[in-house]
């Protein structure tokens, strides 16, 4: 298993911008893709995002395409998710996840998983 530590998270107006960041450790980072899910109070967890191991494919939510960008640095075990023009419907706890090998948007798929980063946004 890889250990998750998501950081970057806060209250913030509407509009604005907000990075996420998640640190790896306890495995070779270079072997997982990482994804962000979020889940509002109320509901269930949700895809956001997801990065292949080598960064060259990326998927994105309907809901933030356009608007959030994820990226990776194999170099500093680290994932992004950087979220621009942001909407009260972002506010939501932000987790990062791993799984082994290929990409998928199902979060039964991802062993590993973050404590969580709470996003606010205030409209």
């Known amino acids: 298993q890889v250990q998750l530590v998501e950081s970057g998270g806060g209250l913030v107006q509407a509009g604005g911008s907000l990075r996420l960041s998640c640190a790896a450790s306890g495995r070779t980072f270079s072997d997982y893709a990482m994804g962000w899910f979020r889940q509002a109070p109320g509901k269930e967890r949700e895809f956001v995002s997801v990065i292949s191991w080598g960064g060259g494919t990326t998927y994105y939510a309907d809901s933030v395409k356009g608007r959030f960008t994820i990226s990776r640095n194999n170099a500093k075990n680290t994932v992004y998710l950087q979220m621009n023009s942001l909407k009260a419907e972002d506010t939501a706890t932000y987790y990062c996840?791993?799984?082994?090998?290929?990409?998928?948007?199902?979060?039964?798929?991802?062993?590993?998983w973050g404590q969580g980063t709470q996003v606010t946004v205030s409209s």
């Open positions: 996840a791993a799984r082994r090998n290929s990409v998928s948007k199902v979060p039964a798929d991802f062993g590993s």
